[in-house]
């Protein structure tokens, strides 16, 4: 039996702000810790609590993800 992704807010657009927060915030922190060379998306996903392959539900690379960090 395949398991239904959890929605963790009222909303489906609730819900996918809230994730674009974790990862951005986990970003950040990564960032902080390991520097952008060095930094994964798995090392973000992890900080964030979500699985690597849902980054990709938001950006295609981590390059995409500073950009969308810094524009916050």
Partial sequence: MVAMPRIEAATLA?????V???I???FGAEMSAA???DLT???VAKRAGIA???IYNYFSDKFEVLLAY???
Avoid: K, N, S, Y
């Avoid at 609730?14 to 809230?18: G, K, V």
């Fill in 14 to 18: 609730e819900h996918h702000e809230l």
């Fill in 20 to 22: 674009l927060g974790r």
């Fill in 24 to 26: 951005l915030d986990a």
């Fill in 35 to 37: 520097g952008f060379t």
């Fill in 41 to 43: 998306l798995a090392m």
């Fill in 52 to 54: 690597r392959a849902t």
């Fill in 70 to 72: 810094v524009e916050r």
